[in-house]
């Protein structure tokens, strides 16, 4: 058994090693899932023949041959603020764990960029996509999102725990008035609001709320401000109020959704919020609410072999975000 679990223990080590040296050899821009998206034949044209019938060419050939499809569209490399965060933070975790200065320079490293590179004009610290995106509106490149800038506060949070350094705390709290002044705020009942996505769109998505929710209440234990935590329970309460008797919730907010879509990775995000909002407040609603998720996501989210299915009732298509994220909620709860 022991040795077994040393293996497994050196697998990891390697791949990490594997993936830090790609990284390193071939830098911090790539392509996104959707970056082919913002192409002029998504964005711009009139006819519903370039839009219906080559916009679905494209994107059959683009699940086959991604990388060709990015050449002939000539969609570009971008360095991407969601993964600046995310690397961030697991720098700061590899640092933690082996204490090799290699993996804290790199977290500086991509924090400094995470700090030049904010989307401008807003109340608050900020960061949105390097493309546009078509959701049920357009939303243009660079526009903030409630969960790149959540991801990005994380690792701003990592690092002023990490070091102590009281400027990461403000740059946390900027992110909260972000949060708090450029978002759209929906009442929804007595007690329940939902935060937008972004500054332009009044979505009622649940794992979005949730990433706000959580990061204001952690900073607003840290700094003592009520209003913050306040505001956080009334997202956290029209969540809660949403869920569905099997334990999960829809991505999409009832009186927005119709059809209730649950996919694996938007699972995880969910559950990894409640997860970190009930360690900050011990709240028995969060952990109940948590627990019946869980169990939902454990058995129904995974074929009878622990792979992880993009929804619960198809495997396919295999997800790399799914795969990621399947290792990252359970490694946490």
């Known amino acids: 058994?022991?040795?077994?679990?040393?293996?497994?223990?050196?697998?990891?080590?390697?791949?990490?090693?594997?993936?830090?040296?790609?990284?390193?050899?071939?830098?911090?821009?790539?392509?996104?899932?959707?970056?082919?998206?913002?192409?002029?034949?998504?964005?711009?044209?009139?006819?519903?023949?370039?839009?219906?019938?080559?916009?679905?060419?494209?994107?059959l050939t683009e699940s086959f041959f991604p990388m060709l499809t990015r050449r002939v569209l000539h969609i570009?490399?971008?360095?991407?603020?969601?993964?600046?965060?995310?690397?961030?933070?697991?720098?700061?975790?590899?640092?933690?764990?082996?204490n090799k200065d290699n993996y804290l320079y790199k977290s500086q490293e991509t924090l400094k960029w995470l700090e030049e590179n904010p989307s401008r004009g807003y109340m608050g610290l900020c960061w949105g996509h390097p493309f546009g995106w078509?959701?049920?509106?357009?939303?243009?490149?660079?526009?903030?999102?409630?969960?790149?800038?959540?991801?990005?506060?994380?690792?701003?949070?990592?690092?002023?725990?990490?070091?102590?350094?009281?400027i990461y705390l403000s740059y946390c709290q900027s992110?909260?008035?972000?949060?708090?002044?450029?978002?759209?705020?929906?009442?929804?009942?007595?007690?329940?609001?939902?935060?937008?996505k972004t500054p332009l769109d009044n979505f009622h998505i649940h794992n979005s709320n949730l990433f706000v929710a959580d990061f204001l209440i952690k900073i607003g234990n840290q700094l003592q401000k009520k209003s913050y935590i306040e505001t956080a329970y009334k997202a956290i309460t029209y969540t809660l109020s949403e869920q569905n008797e099997n334990g999960s919730f829809c991505y999409w907010g009832r009186d927005q959704g119709g059809k209730c879509l649950i996919d694996h990775y938007h699972s995880g995000f969910a559950i990894r919020c409640l997860?970190?909002?009930?360690?900050?407040?011990?709240?028995?609603?969060v952990y109940n609410s948590l627990k019946r998720y869980y169990k939902f996501y454990c058995g129904r989210m995974f074929t009878n072999e622990g792979i992880p299915k993009m929804t619960p009732k198809a495997l396919?298509?295999?997800?790399?975000?799914s795969c990621a994220e399947a290792i990252l909620c359970h490694s946490t709860l």
């Open 76 to 98: 570009p490399r971008e360095v991407n603020a969601k993964a600046m965060g995310l690397f961030t933070a697991a720098y700061q975790i590899l640092y933690k764990i082996t």
């Open 1 to 59: 058994m022991e040795n077994a679990l040393s293996k497994q223990i050196s697998l990891v080590e390697r791949s990490i090693a594997q993936l830090d040296n790609w990284i390193t050899q071939n830098g911090w821009a790539g392509y996104d899932p959707y970056d082919f998206k913002q192409h002029p034949l998504f964005t711009t044209s009139k006819s519903t023949f370039t839009k219906k019938t080559l916009g679905r060419a494209i994107l």
């Open 134 to 166: 078509q959701s049920r509106i357009f939303i243009p490149r660079d526009t903030p999102s409630s969960v790149i800038t959540a991801i990005v506060g994380d690792a701003l949070w990592r690092f002023y725990r990490m070091t102590g350094q009281s």
């Open 175 to 196: 992110i909260c008035e972000f949060f708090l002044n450029n978002l759209n705020i929906d009442s929804l009942g007595e007690d329940k609001i939902c935060f937008s």
């Open 275 to 285: 997860y970190s909002i009930w360690k900050s407040t011990n709240d028995k609603k």
């Open 316 to 321: 396919f298509p295999i997800n790399i975000h």
